[in-house]
């Protein structure tokens, strides 16, 4: 039934939707829960919600480029608030640190089996739980034929979801929290006489980026 709902959802306006609920073929089939449209839009309307998005421009002082270089950002916070609360992890996230065994050796399988997140959890008030942030980011090609247009996002989960289910794409245990979105073509129109700011290498393109968080 939910697969159902999210193709229509996905795949229908609302006419559509009331159309397809009322079809004679659901006579002699077993109808979903929802009877319209008004009531599966209701009840999407109610899952849970991720963090909204904001755009900022931005503008070096002395610097002046050929297309804006835009920030598109949400609160990290809600986002990390929004996995450790997912119910979808609800049977495979660890609350504290925990020693894993193999016979007499002690092994260490994910951050929260570690030394380190001991140390930090005994210097935690009682009842505390420790969470773990973990970022990872790479370069991302939008369209090859708008000039390099790329995508540089930061990625966010955190260490409390088993490694095993987070290392999963399709968990959607990360999620992005930075997206930089510039022109790789504009930077190289920036003043190269200043060092500083020459973005004529991938590497000086990198330290350019770097630069921007």
Known sequence: ?????????????????NKFLKLKWFNTRAK????????????????????????????????????????????????????????AFANHITFDPHIVHDGTQWEYRDFMSADFAWKIQDDLPLGSTLVPIILGSDKTPVMQTTGGLEMHPIFITIGNIDSDVRMKATSRAWRSAIISVWMVLTMRYLAHSHDEMDC??????????????
């Open 200 to 213: 004529s290498t991938p590497r000086s393109q990198h330290a350019t980026t770097r630069r921007q968080f």
């Open 1 to 17: 039934e939910w697969e159902l709902g999210r193709f229509l959802v996905e795949n229908m306006n609302q006419t559509q939707i």
């Open 32 to 87: 979903p829960t929802f009877t319209s449209k008004d009531q599966l839009l209701s009840w999407v309307n109610a899952l849970p919600s991720f963090a909204e998005w904001k755009v900022t421009k931005l503008e070096f002082t002395g610097y002046k480029t050929t297309y804006p270089i835009n920030l598109i950002w949400r609160n990290a916070l809600e986002v990390v608030k929004q996995l450790f609360s997912d119910p």
